[in-house]
Structures are given as structure tokens and as C-alpha cells.
């Protein structure tokens, strides 16, 4: 048997094996990218088969026989493959172990994440426990606490709010709150702000205030929570919603000192305002989108009330509420029969651009010494003469 054939076949073999895997290895890497992928398994089949017969051929021209020849190939070429084949187990090892190892960083993150909560449950009830300290400034510093861990942790946010809230539902009053009920002037109301020992609760308050304000979304935040507020009975002071996104607002008999505003504040469930009082210097609710019910029954102000362009898209209800101030209503939207019964405005009064309105206005009553401009298909009845100076709303 002539070794030449197998020598020539076998170098042939080897060298285009040896390219076809370089090739596929230029392609792997990116460093070659026309032709095709898969060439590393034919590249081993060609350089097996060509160590298979340059080793035969080696072979052929010592003292081999052909069979010893053949068996000596044979064993050059399945080392080839077996070496390839070890080249993929090792390879595939890596990707059998990744299951295994992403479950420990689940575990390990899992763990974390417990801790991280462990801390923070411990950072909050240590808070909550200093509100009650004695000290203002313990306070302060609780409630700010409390305030930062609803800014981290979005799940403390509504059970923060409840905390700030039942903090200002705490009976609480102040000389300057007194004098501003009275009536007084503000030059006979500025001794009055010098109460020092009940003026550093009402700082504490104030902060909490504050807080609960910079924790609401604002309305341009669609997707933000709509939390909700139960102030019922709340003092509060200069309270500022404007443009915030709320829930529920609940603030019976709250009382409102100095300027308010819910200026553009959506309130996307009930707002409860009933019995509540206005101190203050003005009351600006304009632009507001209330969804759910809006009652203002018993609502009592003593400055002026700013409602212009108020979409009020539930049940609205201001029966038996008094105004001693101007209210206007400038294209404000109802979209229920609004309830005005034995509501008395003692001042200016304007529902420019609401024409349609269908409201019930039984005992309803309106300054005489004022302008009063009234919805189309409302009048003022002048000979109603029990209350001097008001006159009876018929619609």
C-alpha cells in the first residue's frame, strides 16, 4: 500500500480543517463577520479525517502494516474528536451552574431586601415613639423621620399620612386662633402670636403640615397613588393643596385659619367638608376636579371664597353653609343638581357662565346690599322680607 495518497490526503484535510476553524472562531469572536456560523463542526469532521490519514501515511512508510497503518489513523482522528467533544463539556459546565447560581443571588437579595425592611420597620417605630416626647424639637425631628422613610419605602406612605394626620386631629388651640375667631383686627391680633410655650406646638404642627403636603403627588403624576386625608377636627394653618392629587378628603369641622388654598387639587373620592370653618383671609378652591362627592353642609367662612372654573363631577352639596364674604362660581361645572338649600351668601355673590345649573335653592338667601349675579333662571325675591338686607333665591 502506498503511503503518498494518504500523505497528500491528509495534509489537504488538516490544512483545510484547520482553516475552516479559524474561520468559525474570526466568526465567534465578531473579527469576521460574512460567511457562515456554523463551520466549527465540519472544520473538526475535516481535521479528523486528514489526521486520520496523515497519520496512516506516516505510518505506511515505517514497518507498519496496513492494518496497524489504519489502526494508528484511526485512534490520531477519534483523539481529534474527543478532544473537541471535551472542548464542549467544558464549555457547557458554566452554562449548567448558572441556574444554581442565580438561585443564590435570589436568596442572597431576598435576604437583603429582609434586613432592609427589618431596619426600617425599627426606624419607624422608634419615630413614632419619639412624636410623643416632650421635647418640640424631638418632635420635629420625629415627624421628619417618619416623612423620609415614606419617600424611601412607598409602602409607609398612606400610614405615614394617618400619623401626621392624627398628630393634627390633636385638640389644639392657640391666642392667635382666638383672636382671629373673635373678629379683631390684625393690628389687635399681633400680641396674641407671642404665646411662647403653646407657639412651639403650633411649629410642630406646621411641620407636620408641611410634610404631609411635599408627600402628595402632584396632579401632573397620573400614575402616582391617590392617597387619602382624614383631618376631622383639625386645626390647621395657610394649609396649601394646590395642585396636589388626593383620595378621600375628610375635614369635619376642621377649622382653617389664615389664607387657604386647594387651588387646581384633584380630589379623586369624597371630599368632606361639613360643619368646617374658614378663619382665614381667603379661600381659594378654584380649578379644582372633584370625582366624587363634594359636601360642604354647615360650612361656614369668613372671608372670601374663590371657586372659578371647579369641576364638581359628584354630588354637590352646600346646604344650610354660610358665606360672609364674597363667593364666586365664575364657570364652575356641576354635573348633578347642586344643593343650596338655606345657604345664605352675605356678600358678593357670582355664577357668571354657569347658565343651566339646576340647583335647589329652597331658603336659599342672598345679600341685598351686594351684587348678586345669579344663573340664568334665577331671581331674587325681594319682598321676603323676614331677614333685612337678604332676599329668597327662587329657581
Same mark, same amino acid.
Given at each position: 500500500m502506498s503511503a503518498t495518497p494518504w500523505l497528500v490526503?491528509? %495534509? *489537504?484535510?488538516?490544512?483545510?480543517?484547520?482553516?475552516?476553524?479559524?474561520? #468559525? %472562531? *474570526?466568526?465567534?469572536?465578531?473579527?469576521?463577520?460574512?460567511?457562515?456560523? #456554523?463551520l466549527t463542526l465540519p472544520g473538526v469532521i475535516t481535521l479528523a479525517f486528514g489526521t486520520f490519514c496523515l497519520v496512516s501515511g506516516l505510518s505506511l512508510d515505517g514497518s507498519s502494516t496496513g492494518s496497524d497503518a489504519l489502526r494508528t489513523g484511526g485512534l490520531a482522528g477519534l483523539a481529534v474528536a474527543a478532544l473537541y467533544w471535551l472542548w464542549l463539556y467544558e464549555r457547557g459546565r458554566p452554562t449548567d451552574k448558572l441556574p444554581?447560581?442565580?438561585?443564590?443571588?435570589?436568596?442572597?437579595?431576598?435576604?437583603?431586601?429582609?434586613?432592609?425592611?427589618r431596619a426600617a420597620d425599627e426606624r419607624f417605630a422608634r419615630a413614632l415613639e419619639l412624636i410623643g416626647h416632650e421635647a418640640d424639637q424631638v418632635r420635629v425631628g420625629a415627624l421628619h423621620a417618619l416623612a423620609a422613610l415614606a419617600r424611601t419605602n412607598p409602602a409607609y406612605g398612606q400610614t405615614t399620612l394617618d400619623i401626621l394626620c392624627a398628630y393634627l386631629r390633636r385638640p389644639f388651640d392657640h391666642a392667635g386662633y382666638q383672636e382671629r375667631r373673635s373678629g379683631r383686627g390684625a393690628e389687635q391680633r399681633d400680641g396674641a402670636w407671642h404665646d411662647v410655650p403653646a407657639d412651639r406646638e403650633r411649629q410642630v404642627r406646621l411641620t407636620a403640615q408641611r410634610l404631609i403636603v411635599d408627600l402628595l403627588p402632584a396632579t401632573s403624576e397620573p400614575d402616582a397613588p391617590e392617597y387619602n386625608l382624614d383631618l376631622t377636627g383639625a386645626a390647621l394653618e395657610y394649609f396649601d393643596l394646590s395642585h396636589k392629587k388626593v383620595g378621600t378628603f375628610t375635614a369635619r369641622s376642621a377649622h382653617f385659619y389664615e389664607a387657604v388654598s386647594f387651588e387646581g387639587a384633584t380630589f379623586h373620592g369624597p371630599m368632606w367638608l361639613t360643619w368646617a370653618h374658614m378663619w382665614?383671609?381667603?379661600?381659594?378652591?378654584?380649578?379644582?376636579?372633584?370625582?366624587?362627592?363634594?359636601w360642604w353642609s354647615n360650612f361656614t367662612a369668613s372671608g372670601p371664597v374663590d371657586?372659578?372654573?371647579?369641576?364638581?363631577q359628584g354630588e354637590t352639596k352646600f346646604a344650610y353653609a354660610t358665606f360672609a364674604d364674597r363667593v364666586s362660581f365664575q364657570n364652575c361645572r356641576f354635573a348633578t343638581a347642586a344643593d343650596f338649600q338655606n345657604t345664605e351668601f352675605l356678600g358678593e355673590l357670582i355664577f357668571t357662565n354657569t347658565d343651566g345649573l339646576n340647583g335647589r335653592t329652597a331658603g336659599m338667601r342672598v345679600s341685598?346690599?351686594?351684587?348678586?349675579r345669579l344663573p340664568l333662571g334665577w331671581v331674587v325675591d325681594h319682598r321676603d322680607s323676614r331677614e333685612p338686607g337678604l332676599g329668597l333665591v327662587r329657581a
Open positions: 490526503v491528509g %495534509w *489537504l484535510c488538516v490544512g483545510a480543517g484547520a482553516a475552516t476553524l479559524i474561520g #468559525a %472562531w *474570526l466568526i465567534r469572536t465578531g473579527r469576521w463577520r460574512d460567511g457562515r456560523p #456554523a444554581e447560581q442565580s438561585m443564590s443571588d435570589r436568596w442572597d437579595q431576598q435576604r437583603l431586601d429582609a434586613e432592609h425592611a382665614g383671609e381667603a379661600f381659594r378652591a378654584n380649578d379644582m376636579v372633584c370625582h366624587g362627592i363634594s371657586f372659578d372654573r371647579t369641576d364638581f341685598l346690599q351686594h351684587d348678586v
